[in-house]
């Protein structure tokens, strides 16, 4: 069983920076599309980067230029790289692990193929 441990969220201003990391229990990224979800209050769960084994990464429109998911095999971990935070980044970010998936945004908009969850950290951005 994979498991998933999230952690950097915290509260920051509009144009600031936080880095999200996603500590996983056994070293599955040669193997697993790996991937940042968020949800925030009353909305549904959107897919906002994915990455995969090869390192081919897709970025949701609404976070791409800004946010920069990456990987280090040697700590088993994941990173979502935020900058120029904007209000309506506020959300609680996942980490997700799902076998073999392909690394696009049609990938993104379906969190059910992911086997694996983190049990998320929050980040609130204010203006």
């Known amino acids: 069983q994979v498991q998933l441990v999230e952690s950097g969220g915290g509260s920051v201003q509009a144009g600031g920076s936080l880095r999200l990391s996603c500590a996983a229990s056994?070293?599955?990224?040669?193997?697993?599309?790996m991937a940042w979800f968020r949800q925030a209050p009353g909305k549904e769960r959107e897919g906002v980067a994915a990455?995969?084994?090869?390192?081919?990464?897709t970025y949701a429109d609404s976070v791409k230029g800004r946010f920069t998911i990456s990987k280090d095999n040697a700590k088993n971990t994941l990173y979502l790289q935020m900058n120029n935070l904007k209000p309506e980044d506020t959300a609680m970010y996942y980490c997700?692990?799902?076998?073999?998936?392909?690394?696009?945004?049609?990938?993104?908009?379906?969190?059910?193929?992911?086997?694996?969850w983190g049990q998320g950290t929050q980040v609130t951005v204010s203006s």
């Open positions: 997700a692990a799902g076998s073999y998936l392909p690394v696009t945004k049609a990938t993104l908009t379906n969190p059910s193929r992911f086997r694996y």
């Open positions: 056994e070293y599955i990224y040669n193997k697993y599309c």
């Open positions: 990455l995969d084994s090869d390192g081919s990464t």
